[in-house]
């Protein structure tokens, strides 16, 4: 059996933190392929290293003090190793990367530079080989993964290595240069390597035990969902729990690897196991767990006849392609219709121009445009087996004293989501959460 196991930042805050992982990796011969996040925040107003090298690129790029911004770096890796009690000559390769930095000049390889040093440390504490994915995860020129190449050669790497340690959250388009995933993207890196590896198993080790049924920082202490399957997964991290990166079931879900989620912290723990569905077992819950986000626009549309009109989407959706703008959601009525895109995209003037371009191209009677709305997605295979999930959610988010903006919900009843002002996401949230969770 191979276990690729994934450690995240929390649990690669400090040396006390790298020997925790090591006993973690040790005491299982089957975790053969690790990989590693930057270190991460030691406590609740620390900063973790990727952000202290996006500073550092930053102040290179305005022509500040870059040699100061790197020392915050510097001083994390120097303060691990000594923690450790290693003898690896850290300040050297510290140099190096500060050297490189400063040639390559690219935001990317600077941001990469953490997971390229806590896999290097690593990969000597465990006394393993290191690979760097700049040699091995390819990117085509679009930014899209090669999967094909990088499976490839991820494998050829791991030949013949009993253990191997891999710089998560980066590699590299076909002429060599760094590129990074978006943020939290070692969660990618992880299942690349699981499914390169032929693994049984990807392990992810981060600071909470298993996927909760909602956020931890909006509801205390949110049940465990021991197993979900990869389509509830999908759901829920695209719409905001961040716990696992929403790109990382794509790997895996091609070889129907699964995915347990672990606590770097309590380890004994039990954990949320993430399957194909076929071997998913269904639990007797109504919802398998709330997620949300906050900053969309709601886009909303008002004609009569627009159901009979010819082309009305049609023409809508070429305005957004001309803006280059992705929408999330399209609920329509017979004579209304929005769009729910995430403002940051239409940020710079282009929400007035668009919805201009709107007006012009099909003459609504009524546009309606709400800024600051949030989604909460309700998830869960069990909702289509349940009669009257939806007058459940409703009247819970209505005792909550909350005005429902959207509602849309998916053609495979998985999941519904659920617009609300901004400032009422967390009553939701709660409220949600008591609903399915508390009273069940
Ligand atoms: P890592 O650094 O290990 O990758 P992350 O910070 O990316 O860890 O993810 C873990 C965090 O995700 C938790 O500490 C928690 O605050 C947050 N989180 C958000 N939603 C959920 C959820 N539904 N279940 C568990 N954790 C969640
Ligand atoms: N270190 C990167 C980040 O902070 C990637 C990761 O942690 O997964 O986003
Ligand atoms: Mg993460």
């Known amino acids: 059996m191979i276990k690729v196991c994934k450690f995240g930042g929390t649990s690669m805050s400090d040396g006390t933190n790298f020997r925790r992982v090591a006993e973690i990796i040790d005491r299982d011969p089957e975790r053969r392929f690790i990989v590693v996040s930057a270190p991460g925040k030691r406590f609740g107003n620390d900063s973790k290293v990727t952000d202290l090298l996006y500073g550092a690129q930053e102040t290179l790029e305005k022509g500040g003090d870059f040699h100061a911004a790197f020392t915050k770096v510097r001083d994390r890796?120097?303060?691990?190793?000594?923690?450790?009690?290693?003898?690896?000559?850290?300040?050297?390769?510290?140099?190096?990367?500060?050297?490189?930095?400063?040639?390559?000049?690219?935001?990317?390889?600077?941001?990469?530079?953490?997971?390229?040093?806590?896999a290097r440390v690593m990969a000597e504490l465990l006394g393993a080989p290191f690979i760097d994915a700049r040699d091995v995860v390819r990117f085509h020129a679009d930014g899209k993964l090669n999967g094909k190449e990088t499976f490839f050669l991820v494998k050829e790497a791991l030949k013949g290595k009993r253990r191997a340690v891999v710089a998560g959250f980066y590699g590299a388009d076909s002429d060599g240069k760094v590129k990074t995933f978006s943020r939290g993207g070692s969660d990618v890196s992880g299942a690349i390597v699981a499914r390169a590896a032929g693994a049984d198993l990807y392990e992810n080790w981060t600071d909470v035990s298993g996927f909760l049924a909602c956020d931890p920082r909006i509801v205390e202490n949110p049940a465990r969902i021991p197993a979900l399957s990869y389509q509830e997964l999908r759901e829920l991290s695209y719409m905001g729990a961040n716990v696992l990166h929403s790109e990382s079931i794509f790997p895996v879900r091609e070889a129907n690897i699964p995915i347990r989620i672990k606590n770097t912290f309590?380890?004994?723990?039990?954990?949320?196991?993430?399957?194909?569905?076929?071997?998913?077992?269904?639990?007797?819950?109504?919802?398998?767990?709330?997620?949300g986000k906050r900053h969309?626009?709601?886009?909303?549309?008002?004609?009569?006849?627009?159901?009979?009109?010819?082309?009305?989407?049609?023409r809508v959706l070429q305005v957004l392609l001309k803006y280059g703008v992705s929408f999330e959601h399209m609920p329509s009525g017979i004579d209304t219709?929005?769009?729910?895109?995430d403002s940051s995209l239409l940020d710079g003037g282009i929400k007035e121009k668009l919805c201009a371009?709107?007006?012009?191209?099909?003459?609504?009677?009524?546009?309606r445009v709400f800024d600051d709305i949030a989604l909460i997605a309700v998830v869960g295979h069990g909702m289509s087996r349940n009669v009257g999930t939806s007058a459940?959610?409703?009247?819970?988010?209505a005792?909550?004293?909350?005005?429902?903006?959207?509602?849309d919900q998916g053609s495979s009843e998985l999941n519904i989501i659920v617009g609300v002002d901004g400032e009422d996401y967390g009553r939701t949230v709660r409220a949600v959460y008591r609903e399915f969770f508390e009273e069940e």
């Open 296 to 314: 969309f626009t709601v886009i909303h549309l008002e004609k009569s006849l627009m159901n009979a009109e010819i082309g009305f989407t049609y």
């Open 77 to 118: 890796f120097t303060g691990i190793v000594r923690e450790i009690g290693l003898s690896f000559d850290i300040d050297s390769l510290l140099d190096e990367c500060e050297r490189e930095i400063q040639s390559e000049r690219s935001g990317d390889f600077t941001a990469s530079r953490g997971e390229y040093l806590a």
């Open 266 to 291: 309590r380890p004994d723990d039990e954990g949320t196991d993430i399957l194909p569905v076929e071997k998913y077992r269904f639990s007797g819950q109504t919802v398998t767990g709330i997620a």
């Open 357 to 367: 371009d709107v007006k012009e191209a099909v003459s609504p009677d009524n546009m």
């Open 337 to 341: 219709m929005s769009f729910i895109i």
């Open 392 to 397: 459940r959610l409703f009247s819970a988010i």
């Open 399 to 407: 005792s909550a004293g909350v005005n429902v903006r959207m509602i």
